[in-house]
């Protein structure tokens, strides 16, 4: 059995790859809209897993291999399953996004830094970096115009409103998002600076870049956090090469 760490429209791509391969699989995700991103027969749990659930589930489930697709910046489950995998000496692969390249963008290591200079003040500020971060700005709307793009579910709303952000301010989509999507929103809210994450063209960088360069806005680029894989690959041959190789080891 293979566990498929998803959530993400590369996921479900995946999950196709091992089911033409005739590979058992299963996936996990977080959310119910997240769920809808796979074949109506899928085997799809909706869980968030802990330190003390995820081995119980990995045993009852027989997985012989783990293969992370998660976003990028969901480093939680990631550094969880690759420390429940060395315990348990389960072989683990990460299927990453390829990453883009932009030197005339701005490049940030994380939210703090971000934060700790005054990159934005006075400014139309787009932010396209999810809810989770959003409690940061609640005391910055008097100093600058901040808009807020979230997932269209009720905890990523939530947390807008929570932070501060009026419902002139938040716009609930899922990506990804079309480069005139990205246009209209930008112009209509006169956007003069982005924060997004550095999530791959998977994640809309690509666009955001291109677009960014087409109106003079600013783009700033919030890197992906360091995880130390124990195997990872870009390339998708490369991860089904270690997926069949683990499962033909370990049937042995």
């Known amino acids: 059995m293979i566990w498929l760490i998803g959530g993400t429209s590369q996921s479900s791509w995946v999950a196709d790859r091992l089911s033409t391969n005739g590979w058992p699989w299963f996936a996990t995700v977080v959310t119910e809209a997240a769920r809808r991103l796979y074949a109506p027969a899928a085997r799809v749990l909706v ?30 489950i990631s ?33 703090d830094a971000l934060m700790a200079r005054e990159w934005l003040m006075g400014e139309r500020v787009l932010l396209a970096t999810g809810s989770k971060d959003l ?10 115009a901040v808009f807020a793009r979230v997932l269209p579910s ?15 301010r938040i716009i609930a989509l899922r990506p990804p998002f079309s ?51 124990p195997a990872v690959s870009e390339q998708w041959q490369v991860v089904e090469d270690f997926c069949r190789q683990a499962l033909v080891v370990t049937s042995i």
């Open 47 to 76: 869980s968030r897993l802990t330190r003390e659930t995820l081995p119980d589930l990995l045993r009852c489930e027989r997985v012989r291999v783990v293969l992370d697709c998660s976003h990028p910046f969901a480093v939680e």
């Open 79 to 111: 550094r969880l399953a690759i420390d429940v995998c060395r315990e348990l000496t389960i072989p683990y692969v990460r299927f990453e996004r390829a990453a883009c390249t932009h030197t005339e963008n701005v490049l940030l290591p994380d939210i």
């Open 135 to 144: 409690w940061r700005w609640r005391d910055q709307h008097h100093r600058r």
């Open 154 to 168: 009720v905890q990523s709303i939530a947390a807008a409103s929570q932070a501060g952000f009026t419902q002139d």
């Open 179 to 229: 480069l005139e999507l990205e246009r209209a929103l930008w112009q209509h809210w006169q956007i003069e600076t982005v924060v997004t994450r550095a999530s791959g063209s998977a994640g809309g960088e690509e666009i955001k870049s291109l677009l960014a360069r087409e109106l003079g806005v600013r783009l700033i680029v919030l890197e992906r956090p360091l995880v130390s894989y």
